[in-house]
C-alpha cells in the first residue's frame, strides 16, 4: 500500500523526442533525452554531478555560446539573457543534481550535451515565467544549442574541466613537495648509505634523500603545464565535423574570446576545425604527464617501504607513523598501508593511461565517439591523485622519523663506505680493507682504525655530513 501510494504521489510530465514520447519527473530541470540516458547507461554508476567541475565547465561553454549567438542575432536576447542567467546559477553550484547521465555512455557525449541543454531550458524557461517543457519558449536544441553540436560543445566542456581540476592537482603536489624538503631538512645531519641494485653503494645523507623524492616531483609541475596547456585549443562553431553547418559566421573566434573572458583561461579556436574536432592528442599528452606523475609517485612510495621495512629484520632506516593494525594473526605488526595505497592509486592512473591511448586510436574518419571513457579515465586521475598526494603527506611523510643510530651503524659496517675512503688511504688500502671486511664480516669503520691507516679524528670528519658533498673540504 505505501509503494502504491508513493507511486500514485510521484508526478510526471510527458515529452517527445525523435523516439515518441517519455514520462519524465515533474520536478526536475532535465527533460526526455536525459531520461533515456538514464534509462540507458548504468555502466560506471558515476554520473556528471559527481564531478562538479564537469557541469561547471559545461555551463562556461553553453554561457559563451548564448553570449556568441546575442552578439551575432541568432537568439532573442530575452531568451539568451535567461541561458545565461541559467548558466551562472549553476556555475555558482546550484542544479547540479539535474546531471545525471552516467559518465560512460554511447553517442559520443550526446545525453552530455542534451542533459546541459534540457537543464539550461527549463531553468530558463522558469526565469522567464514560464512552465519547465514549455520549448516554444526556449528549446534545448534550437536555442540553448544554437550553432552548436555535441562534437564541438563536449570536447570544449572536458578540456575546461581538465584545466580546472589541474590547478587542485597542482596544489596537492606542491604541498607534497614541500613536505619532503622539510624532511629533507630535518635529515640533513643524518648520515646512511646510498644503495644501487639494492647493493651497497656510496654514503649520502637521509636529507639528501628526501629532497631528491622532492625535487624529482617538482619536475612534474612544469611538465602538467605543457600538456594542460594543450588543451586550450578548443572547436567550438565547428558544429558537427568541423565544417561550422550551421553556425553563424564569426562564431568559433567569438565564442572563443566570450569563454577566455569568462573563464580567465587563454582558449585559441582551432586553425582547421575539421582536424580538430576528431583529434584527442591533446588528450593523450594529458594523459600521459598524468602517467609520468603516477611512475614517480610510486617508485618513492616502493622506497619508502623499503627503508622502513622490518622492524628487526629489514633496512629500518626510517619510521612511517603507525595507520592500522597490520595483521589478523600476527601481534604486533604494523604494515605501511599509506604508501601502499598510494602505490594501488598510481597503478590505477597508469592503466587508466592505456585505456585512452586507445580510446584516441579508435577515433573514426571525422569523430571520435570514445571520449566518454576518455573523459571518465582522466577525470578519475585527477580526482584519485590529489586525493592519495593528500592523505600521503597527511598521514606519511609529515610523521617520517630517521633511525640515526641504525643509519651510522650500517654506514659503519658498509663495504661501500670504502669508496669514499679511496681518495684518503688509496686504492690498494681501500682494497685490502673491503676484501679484509667480507672475509671477517668486520667493520670497515674499525678495521682503518685496527690498521692506523687513518686517525679516528680524519675518519669521522670524512664521514660528517658537511663533507659529504665534497670530500676536498677536508686536508689529507
Known amino acids: 500500500m505505501t509503494n502504491k501510494m508513493n507511486n500514485c504521489e510521484q508526478k510526471f510530465r510527458t515529452e517527445s523526442d525523435l523516439l515518441g514520447e517519455l514520462q519524465v519527473p515533474e520536478n526536475v530541470l532535465y527533460g526526455v533525452q536525459t531520461q533515456r540516458a538514464v534509462n540507458n547507461y548504468h555502466i560506471s554508476r558515476k554520473r556528471m554531478c559527481d564531478y562538479p567541475e564537469y557541469v561547471i565547465s559545461i555551463a562556461y561553454v553553453k554561457l559563451a555560446a548564448a553570449q556568441t549567438n546575442i552578439q551575432l542575432g541568432q537568439i532573442d536576447p530575452k531568451v539568451g539573457k535567461a541561458i545565461i542567467e541559467a548558466c551562472k546559477e549553476i556555475i555558482a553550484g546550484k542544479h547540479h543534481n539535474n546531471f545525471i547521465t552516467d559518465m560512460v555512455q554511447g553517442g559520443a557525449g550526446t545525453s552530455v550535451n542534451m542533459n546541459a541543454n534540457e537543464v539550461i531550458a527549463n531553468r530558463a524557461l522558469e526565469i522567464m515565467g514560464y512552465d519547465k517543457a514549455d520549448y516554444k519558449h526556449c528549446s534545448p536544441n534550437d536555442d540553448v544549442n544554437c550553432g552548436q553540436s555535441t562534437n564541438d560543445v563536449y570536447p570544449t566542456a572536458i578540456r575546461y574541466a581538465f584545466i580546472r581540476m589541474n590547478k587542485n592537482l597542482v596544489k596537492s603536489l606542491t604541498l607534497l613537495i614541500e613536505a619532503f624538503r622539510k624532511k629533507g631538512e630535518e635529515f640533513k645531519n643524518v648520515i646512511k648509505m646510498g644503495r644501487t641494485q639494492l647493493q651497497d653503494a656510496v654514503p649520502m645523507t637521509a636529507g639528501q634523500e628526501f629532497n631528491a623524492f622532492a625535487d624529482n616531483l617538482e619536475e612534474e609541475i612544469a611538465n602538467l603545464k605543457r600538456n594542460v596547456d594543450l588543451l586550450l585549443e578548443i572547436n567550438m562553431g565547428g558544429t558537427a565535423i568541423g565544417t561550422g553547418l550551421n553556425a553563424a559566421p564569426g562564431f568559433p573566434k567569438i565564442c572563443a574570446d566570450y569563454l577566455s573572458k569568462a573563464t580567465g583561461e587563454n582558449f585559441i579556436a582551432g586553425h582547421n576545425l575539421i582536424e580538430a574536432t576528431p583529434d584527442t592528442g591533446a588528450y593523450v599528452s594529458y594523459s600521459s604527464a598524468l602517467k609520468r606523475l603516477a611512475v614517480k609517485l610510486s617508485k618513492i612510495c616502493n622506497d619508502l617501504r623499503l627503508l622502513a621495512s622490518g622492524p628487526r629484520c629489514g633496512f629500518n632506516e626510517i619510521n612511517l ?27 590505477k592512473i597508469i592503466g587508466n593511461d592505456t585505456t585512452v591511448m586507445i580510446a ?117
Not at 687513518?454 to 665534497?470: F, G, N, Q, S, V
Request: charged residues 20%.
Open 360 to 476: 584516441a586510436e579508435a577515433g573514426q574518419l571525422q569523430l571520435n565517439v570514445m571520449e566518454p571513457i576518455i573523459t571518465e579515465c582522466l577525470m578519475e586521475d585527477l580526482t584519485w591523485l590529489p586525493n592519495a598526494m593528500d592523505t600521503l603527506r597527511e598521514l606519511c611523510i609529515d610523521g617520517i622519523t630517521v633511525n640515526q643510530e641504525r643509519t651510522l651503524e650500517m654506514v659503519k659496517h658498509s663495504i661501500g663506505i670504502v669508496t669514499a675512503l679511496n681518495p684518503y688511504i688509496g686504492y690498494k688500502n681501500s682494497t685490502k680493507i673491503a676484501k679484509e671486511a667480507l672475509l671477517t664480516g668486520g667493520s670497515v669503520y674499525d678495521l682503518v682504525l685496527k690498521h692506523k691507516l687513518l686517525t679516528k679524528e680524519k675518519l669521522d670528519a670524512i664521514l660528517d655530513p658537511t663533507h659529504m658533498l665534497d670530500s676536498t673540504d677536508i686536508v689529507k
Open 321 to 347: 607513523p603507525p595507520m592500522a593494525p597490520g595483521s589478523s594473526i600476527m601481534p604486533g605488526k604494523v604494515n605501511p598501508v599509506i604508501p601502499e595505497v598510494t602505490n594501488q592509486t598510481c597503478f
